[in-house]
């Protein structure tokens, strides 16, 4: 995860059956998280298997936003990509996508 944003990531998990992943992203700024920040990248052999991102919505708490975007692309990279600017500190981002790997 980029600690520099995020102090407790706690509730976040990834978990792969066959080819299968579901990512279960559950966080909390420390600091004002910019849009086109990288949250983390997925290891290989939990990356999707096509070239083009993929969005996601996560619900967001205690922010004047309800949902925030998220992307992941088939190199790994879980970026916040939203189009309605920061998060501020101590919201609290939810969300999960699942998806197929090539291995």
Partial sequence: YNSTYFA???ASSITKLG?????NISMTPT???PTNTTI???PVGYRPAY??????????????????????DSSGV????????SVPV???LDGYVSFITTQ
Avoid: H, M, W
């Avoid at 080819?19 to 990512?23: F, S, W, Y």
């Avoid at 070239?51 to 992941?72: E, H, I, M, P």
């Avoid at 879980?78 to 600017?85: L, Q, S, Y």
């Fill in 8 to 10: 407790n990531v706690g």
């Fill in 19 to 23: 080819r299968t992943v579901e990512l």
């Fill in 31 to 33: 600091t004002i998280l």
């Fill in 40 to 42: 983390l990248t997925l």
């Fill in 51 to 72: 070239s083009g991102a993929k969005y996601f919505v996560a619900r967001s708490l205690n922010d004047t936003v309800t949902t925030r975007l998220l992307q992941v």
């Fill in 78 to 85: 879980v970026k916040f990509v939203d189009n309605n600017g």
């Fill in 90 to 92: 101590g919201a609290d």
